[in-house]
């Protein structure tokens, strides 16, 4: 294990501003400049942009600060996801959400068809459950909270289960973002992270990210990313560690809306469910008259936008059973909303005004 003292005394808002910048010295930039290079002057420690760059380096030095551990950028999150599940060795169980976000589930798949792995999906919300399933694994997969279910994992003693039967655990922190959630604190060997989404925060990157603690691991991680060459973009890890810089503003503001919308959207008669784990900038909304009424509202509004994806400064939304791959037991008509930093009256208005279309007149 390293050395796992922080890197910095400041309080994570402070972090996310300071961490990764050059040296204040005279006529040195502020932020790290993009560094746009395939090759470098060999003899010293980068020589190929696949092994290294310092933009790359500046973006993993301010996540790792905040999860508090050593991090490594992926070209997107589902390129962190394959390299993390490389680690398992050929037959091992890996023990995983039912509700994971679709494209961790399907690689889960994948591996299982090709004869891999197998995978033992679990309601990550059953602690017992989850702690009688990692007996046998080799690897826990959490995603807390799940994508786009908003179930909530007990960290810590699935940790402890999983360590006495020797599995590492990986927990997606996409949804939590280190701000609100710290799983190497509680334990975890590997935090995973769609940087796409909270991280760089305005819609406009795909970008991966992974931190560990451990040494040996962080090692591991690093040589699989140079082989396969999932590595970022310069110009992605540069807008994301810029988008980076005011994450503690935007999730403040978004998780603001998110919560007194969660308040009203709980007293609409077309909303039969509101899910929301208490924090964070995703809602998840089911509506009575399922996957019709779930369609039309999303092509109902002015404001809030139709798409996939989540976590940027502009709301979104989607019905999740639109992709064919969404797990079965999510309900039809589950909405799913991104909750943006924009007024939350002009959100409400939208959002209310095409939900009243929905209510059928009493007669
Ligand atoms: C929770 C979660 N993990 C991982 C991913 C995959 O990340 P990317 O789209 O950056 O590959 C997503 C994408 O939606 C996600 O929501």
């Known amino acids: 294990m390293s050395d796992t003292s922080p890197t910095t005394p400041y309080r994570p808002a402070t972090v996310a501003v300071t961490s990764g910048r050059p040296p204040h010295e005279a006529d ?4 790290e ?3 746009m290079a395939s090759t470098y002057v060999a003899g010293g420690d980068l020589e190929y942009g696949r092994y290294g760059n310092p933009t790359w380096s500046a973006f993993e030095q301010a996540l790792g600060d905040l999860e508090g551990g050593r991090c490594l ?4 999150g589902l390129a962190a996801v394959a390299t993390i599940l490389d680690l398992v060795g050929h037959g091992g169980t890996v023990v995983a959400p039912r509700h994971a976000y679709t ?4 690689q ?3 591996l299982e068809a090709r004869g891999r792995i197998t995978a033992v999906l679990v309601d990550v919300t059953d602690t017992d459950a989850v702690i009688k399933a990692c007996d046998d694994a080799a690897l826990v997969w959490l995603e807390s909270p799940t994508n786009p279910a908003l179930e909530v994992a007990d960290i810590a003693p699935i940790v402890a289960a999983a360590h006495e039967a020797g599995a590492y655990v990986v927990v997606d922190n996409t949804f939590a973002t280190p701000l609100l ?5 509680l334990g975890a060997d590997i935090v995973v992270h769609s940087a796409t989404k909270f991280i760089a925060g305005h819609s406009d990157v795909l970008l991966g990210a992974l931190a560990t603690r451990d040494d040996q691991l962080y090692g591991v991680l690093r040589q699989r990313r140079e082989l396969t060459g999932a590595t970022p973009g310069t110009f992605e890890a540069w807008l994301a560690l810029r988008g980076l810089r005011t994450l503690h503003v935007r999730l403040e503001r978004a998780q603001g809306n998110a919560q007194e919308l969660v308040r009203r959207l709980g007293e609409h008669p077309a909303v039969s469910e509101v899910r929301y784990p208490g924090f964070g900038a995703i809602v998840s909304i089911v509506l009575d008259q399922g996957a019709l009424a779930a369609d039309l509202l999303t092509h109902k509004t002015t404001l809030w936008v139709h798409a996939t994806s989540l976590g940027g400064v502009e709301s979104t939304f989607e019905r999740r059973r639109r992709w064919k791959a969404e797990a079965a037991t999510i309900p039809d008509g589950l909405v799913r909303l991104s909750v943006g930093i924009e007024d939350v009256d002009d959100l409400w208005d939208d959002l209310a005004a ?3 279309d929905l209510v059928l007149p009493q007669a």
């Open 33 to 35: 400049p993009l560094t």
């Open 73 to 76: 950028a992926f070209a997107s």
């Open 28 to 31: 040195r930039p502020l932020n």
């Open 181 to 185: 959630q710290q799983p190497l604190e």
């Open 108 to 110: 889960l798949a994948d």
């Open 103 to 106: 494209g961790s589930v399907m």
């Open 354 to 356: 095409a939900l009243d």
